[in-house]
């Protein structure tokens, strides 16, 4: 005796039972094609998921370190820099920018004062204090030695959520 997974239709008549078991099949089939799309959406789900832990743990093992800028000539401190710095303040600008929207650097900036004791800041979040010396070093105006840096490990006290500390939530 062999089993048909379809139901057999009833020869005697009865529409009631014959559509009963016609809308069945038919709800069989579209659970058939549901059944792989929500396990493929699940799989993408976890996928994200997985992909946002991996980020928060890197995350967390990182610190933060501040960058201590100051110019090498008084002069760029006082007057600015100069039409020819031009390109490469552009360059630094854009340098930060990238910084900031990989969530690197937290914050970036000078001051606005123009002398002698004129100086910026970047406090980014690196695994290590020569990773952290390295993305400094990078910056272009330090490059093109227009600026000097000193890094120093950091710790914040208040900022949002725990960027402060260089933890994320």
Same mark, same amino acid.
């Given at each position: 005796?062999?089993?048909?997974?379809?139901?057999?239709?009833?020869?005697?008549?009865?529409?009631?039972?014959?559509?009963?078991?016609?809308?069945?099949?038919?709800?069989?089939?579209?659970m058939n094609k549901r059944i792989p799309l929500a396990l493929a959406l699940i799989a993408l789900i976890l996928a994200g998921l997985t992909a946002a832990v991996s980020v928060t743990r890197a995350q967390q093992k990182q610190t933060l370190f501040i960058g201590l800028f100051k110019a090498k000539n008084p002069e760029f401190a006082k *007057?600015?820099?100069?039409?020819?710095?031009?390109? &490469?303040?552009?360059?630094? !600008?854009?340098?930060?920018? *990238?910084?900031?929207?990989?969530?690197?650097?937290? &914050?970036?900036?000078?001051? !606005?004062?123009?002398?002698?004791?004129?100086?910026g800041i970047a406090i980014v979040r690196a695994d290590s204090?020569?990773?952290a010396r390295k993305i400094m070093d990078e910056v272009p105006l330090v490059r093109a030695g227009l600026l000097t840096v000193t890094v120093f490990p950091f710790e914040g006290l208040i900022g949002k959520g725990d960027a402060a500390s260089g933890r994320q939530p």
């Open positions: 005796m062999s089993i048909s997974r379809f139901p057999i239709r009833r020869k005697d008549g009865n529409e009631a039972y014959n559509r009963r078991i016609t809308n069945r099949t038919e709800e069989e089939q579209i *007057k600015g820099p100069r039409p020819e710095d031009m390109p &490469v303040v552009r360059e630094h !600008l854009e340098y930060f920018q *990238k910084l900031s929207a990989d969530g690197v650097s937290l &914050v970036a900036g000078h001051t !606005l004062n123009h002398d002698e004791s004129a100086f204090e020569s990773a």
